[in-house]
């Protein structure tokens, strides 16, 4: 088995499908740490996902003990259901998680003056090997390929 047939058979069994090809091509002969790029943008998929496909569990947690537990309460005494609420709380998941990707990969905002933020400390997504340890390659720009990884079949 070669390492692009290796790479292909990850990306499969990550769900990449159709893609898985490209992605390990990519990998590959580019040298970028797209398997790791490719499995964290998955998970934070999952993560938003699950405010839709979950929503009747958490409404019904939030609503016995939850900070918004009034907010639950209202919105379903004004007619909204569960799934109404899933597919809001889904739309805020993933225009939060977009900005922390956004932001991961360029944290000047603009917010403070330039000389203030040139002086202040940045971060990174570093990939590790599967025992735990880096490998010096790091995942920049998630936000670009977050949205042609949202889930078919799951966008409301």
Known sequence: MTELDRLTALFRALGADDDALD?????????????????FLRTVWQDVDAWTTEAPRWVAAYRSDGVAA???????AAGLTPEDLGELAREVARETAFGVLHVLGDPADGSLPAEVEERLPG????????VGEP?????????EDFSDLEPKGIVP
């Open 23 to 39: 992605w390990a091509e990519s990998e590959a002969e580019e040298g970028l740490p797209q398997l790791a790029r490719y499995r």
């Open 70 to 76: 009034g907010a639950v309460d209202r919105a379903l």
């Open 123 to 130: 971060w990174r997504l570093a990939e590790l090997d599967p």
């Open 135 to 143: 490998t010096g390659r790091h995942l920049d720009a998630l936000h």
